[in-house]
Each structure stands twice: as C-alpha cells, then as structure tokens.
C-alpha cells in the first residue's frame, strides 16, 4: 500500500476530490497555508494500493494545473520602513507537489 501526500491550491481541491472519488479512490482533505504567499492549499492524504498509484497520480496530474497570476509583494515581518511601497509581482501558482510513502501497516476501524 502507498500514500500519496499531495499539497495543491485550494481552487484545484474540488475538483481532485471529485475526480478522485468517481475513480473509486477515498481522499481525506487538510486545510494547510502556504509559506511564501501565506494564502490556502489543500494537503490530501490518499491511500491506495499499488496497482492503482498510476491512476491516483494521472488524476493528479490531470486536474491541479500551474497558472500565472499577480499579486502584491509581502510587506516585511519587521515593522515597515519609511518609504516601503509595495510592488506587484507575477508568481505561478497551483500545480501539486506529491509525496509517494511506503505504508507498513493500514488499519480501518
């Protein structure tokens, strides 16, 4: 057995759940942040059996997609120095970052 530890953008969760279950495939959602823009991903825990890790994968693959969008430049932690004028910038967001583990041992009670 394997679990797939997939972080995604919020906006692709939906629809990955959706898919995911008319596969026949059970996910359980994690509301998470992310560090650099500190807006909200998705972590989803899946397990699966190994011949159906491909599926699982493909249908990652197939339904979190990469798109460019513009956004404000985060404001320094510190206080903000005099003359700090926030600036736009271009970053690319979504897409997933999946974790395949090795599971030893799967109980459901």
């Known amino acids: 057995m394997k679990l797939i530890m997939s972080i995604i953008h919020d906006e692709d969760s939906a629809r990955l ?18 560090g650099f823009l500190r807006v909200g991903n998705s972590t989803m825990l899946i397990g699966v059996e190994e011949d159906r890790l491909e599926d699982a994968l493909k249908i990652i ?3 979190c997609h990469t798109q460019k969008q513009t956004t404000i430049a985060n404001q320094p932690y510190t206080t903000t120095p005099e003359g700090y ?25």
């Open 17 to 34: 759940t959706t898919a995911l279950n008319k596969a026949g495939i059970q996910v359980t959602k994690l509301a998470s942040t992310g």
């Open 61 to 63: 693959h197939d339904c």
């Open 85 to 109: 004028v926030p600036y736009p910038i271009e970053v690319t967001v979504g897409g997933a970052t999946v974790f395949v583990l090795d599971v030893d041992q799967f109980l459901k009670y």
